[in-house]
Every structure is written in C-alpha cells, then in structure tokens.
C-alpha cells in the first residue's frame, strides 16, 4: 500500500461547480499535512495547510480526520484558473515529505 | 531574494554519462529534497537531507548520488546507474518546525539520448 494515495483524475468540471479531493495516508505517526498545487511543467507550490480542527481560505476548505487517517479539499465555485493538479503532502518524524500521486482538476466553461 | 534556485532548466546528456543538478537556497533551511516526477505521475523522493553533512535516501535512491556539504547547497548526481533517468527533476527546502511548509525550485528536466 503506497503511504499516500489521492483520488484517481482527471475530475472535469464545470465553472461554478464545487467538487473535492480526498487523501489517504498510511502511518498513524503523521505529523503534518499539506496540499500543494502544481500547474502544467511547473513546481509545486503552496496551497494550504491542514489542521486538525480544519481551515478555510477563500473558497478552499482542508479538513483533517487523523482517527480515518485521510485529508480532504473542497473547492468552491470553481475558476478556470483553479485547473491544475493538486497534490496531497504528508510529513512524518525525521523531516520526510512524502507527496501523493496528484489529482488533476480541469474547469470547463 | 530569498528562494531556491536550481540549475540548469534544461539538461541534455548522452547516455553512460554522469550528470550533476544543481541545488542552492538561501532560506537558511536546514532540510533539502530531492524528487523526480515522471510524465503524469507524482513526485517520488530520490534523497533528502535534515543538516549539513547527513542526508537519509528516499524511496527510488538507487543509481543516485548526492552531498551536502554547505547547508545552502544540495547537488544531485545522476549516475550511469540509473536505468531511466529522463525526467523532472525538483529540489525543494524546508525550515524546522511541524507545519512549515517546503519550498520548490523550479525544477530542471533532464534528457538523457
């Protein structure tokens, strides 16, 4: 079993349309939970942080359900710049950062 | 600026040879990565390193070398080792402390003929 799995994509959706990614991770000792987005032959930047009593930004929300062992984001209203894939991030003891495969999210007009 | 700069953008070399990928931050992070994405695939952990002069290997270390000798500094050799090595390469940096997050180059594609 991989340490962290996302959803398979593409999800093709239409503007406007909330739709969410789920993540899994295997080892109970994670610490700290990330998801990051990557556009098209770019790196991987940033999109927020996930906290156990789980975190609003805009129109992206993260929660966190450690006793399940899985992250979520939900984004709403979607943009067409919201297109890219998006990436679960799990870090355990010693600093290791381990990344999920991605799920692509493409916003259609 | 502070940031991660990694170099070249492109790289192309001829199969059998060594290659080394420049990594530099000046972040004043103690922990540096190194990942390789593959066409439609995620990012897989090569090797990283929590100070200077110790580095731990990743999940697909082998056919890969690399040295921290400077904390602001994290080459990566790719040897002729390494079966496939075309791909992404990304190194990224990261501060102490639970939920900082890390912080990517912009990464350098490497092409091996």
């Known amino acids: 079993r991989k340490e962290v799995e996302q959803d398979p994509g593409p999800f093709n959706v239409p503007e406007g349309a909330t739709v969410a990614f789920n993540c899994t991770y295997s080892n109970s000792a994670s610490q700290s939970f990330f998801w990051y987005r990557q556009d098209c032959r770019k790196e991987p930047k940033l999109l927020m942080s996930?906290?156990?009593s789980g975190n609003e930004d805009g129109r992206f929300t993260a929660q966190l359900n450690r006793a399940s062992q899985y992250i979520s984001l939900l984004i709403r209203d979607s943009k067409l710049s919201d297109s890219a894939t998006y990436l679960c991030v799990v870090t355990r003891g010693g600093n290791k950062l381990t990344f999920g495969t991605g799920t692509q999210l493409k916003v259609e007009l | 600026d502070g940031g991660i700069t990694q170099s070249p953008k492109y790289l192309f070399r001829k199969e059998g040879q060594n290659v080394t990928l420049s990594c530099e931050q000046n972040?004043?992070?103690?922990?540096m990565y190194w990942y390789r994405q593959d066409p439609g695939q995620g990012l897989r952990l090569i090797y990283y390193s929590q100070i200077v002069n110790d580095f731990q290997k990743g999940d697909i270390a082998e056919g890969y070398s690399v040295s921290r000798e400077k904390k602001e500094s994290f080459p990566l050799t790719v040897t002729s080792a390494q079966k496939n090595p075309t791909a992404f390469y990304l190194c990224?940096?990261?501060?102490?402390?639970?939920?900082?997050?890390?912080?990517f180059g912009q990464g350098t594609r490497l092409t091996v003929v």
């Open positions: 990224a940096s990261r501060g102490t402390g639970l939920g900082t997050e890390a912080f």
């Open positions: 972040l004043n992070h103690d922990a």
């Open positions: 996930v906290y156990s």
